[in-house]
């Protein structure tokens, strides 16, 4: 949506798209194909101390070096340098905070994620097009917001929500579950276990809602029915093997919540951009 908002003269007159790709196959191929997991085992026992830490490092500098001298057009060697030895440094920071911190999803993502920006960072750096960062964040227009909003509301708060509005029957369900003897219940899970599953379940439900929303905004409303169908595939077996009627209407009375609240937000935002598919 960004995209359609710009100047199609300033997006055409950004230079060297090429050494951005170049930097970013780069790190792609240092941080997932050239580096073993026997490397990212020992980083995280011994951190700082790890030599395959900065082996690793070096790959990234040589890496990034190369792209720079080889993709890059009117840049002197000393930009090249500096650009290089920027990238190896940071990535040695980045990964040994990494290195300190429990290694889950949102820590890999905010990994990632800070690369990518010193990755950006070096790119305008080494191309001086510092202005094209401003030029792009002036032309964000409210509906750009909304769309954020839109897909911010679907994720954690949505999630709050619904639990919320199935707090009334959430005991009375688990309390059921604890004290069936059904002989095709599946066996009692620890606490812990119980806890997995449940960040399990919230990850799907996460997933689910994005997907709902993109197919409201693309006004794609059949693939939301085969989306809805297919989870309840899934959910039938589980269903059927515990026997248990107020299960079965709990997990339908949370899939029909996600499902509405995520059309409705869906709906309130193709309203906004003025693409309702429903015409007065």
């Given amino acids: 949506m960004l995209a359609d908002n ?15 790709v170049g930097l970013l196959l780069a790190h792609i ?12 085992k020992q980083r ?8 395959p830490l900065y082996i690793h490092t ?17 840049i002197s060697l000393t930009t090249i340098g500096v650009g290089a030895i ?7 920071k980045i990964d040994v905070i990494k290195s300190y911190c429990v290694q889950s999803t949102t820590a890999f993502v905010i990994d990632q994620i800070a690369h990518v ?5 070096v790119f305008l750096y080494a191309t001086d097009q510092w202005q094209y960062v401003l030029s792009a964040l002036r032309q964000l227009s409210a509906g750009d917001l ?13 999630s709050i929500v619904i639990k919320q509005l199935l707090s009334p029957w959430s005991s009375e369900v688990l309390s059921s579950n604890t004290q069936t003897t059904h002989p095709n219940d599946p066996p009692t899970i620890s606490t812990e276990a119980q806890q997995t599953l449940s960040l399990a379940g919230q990850r799907i439900g996460y997933l689910e809602r994005v997907l709902m929303l993109t197919f409201v905004l693309l006004n794609q409303f059949s693939a939301i029915g085969f989306l809805i169908a297919a989870k309840s595939i899934f959910r039938f077996g589980d269903l059927t093997k515990h026997q248990d009627r107020k299960l079965t209407e709990y997990v339908l009375l949370g ?4 499902v509405a609240m995520t059309l409705v937000i869906g709906l309130l935002c193709a309203a906004a951009l003025g693409r309702l598919p429903i015409k007065p």
């Fill in 86 to 92: 920027i990238i190896a440094v940071s990535h040695f």
């Fill in 146 to 158: 909304v769309i954020t909003l839109a897909y911010l509301a679907v994720l954690k708060p949505s």
């Fill in 6 to 20: 710009l100047d199609t003269s300033m997006v055409t007159t950004i230079e060297q798209p090429e050494l951005l």
């Fill in 255 to 258: 899939t029909f919540t996600s």
């Fill in 44 to 51: 995280n026992e011994r951190h700082a101390l790890a030599l």
């Fill in 117 to 121: 920006v010193v990755l950006l960072g």
């Fill in 58 to 74: 070096l790959i990234h500098g040589v890496f990034a070096g190369a792209v720079l001298l080889l993709l890059s057009e009117n």
């Fill in 29 to 40: 191929l240092a941080d997932f194909y050239f580096q073993p997991f026997a490397w990212v």
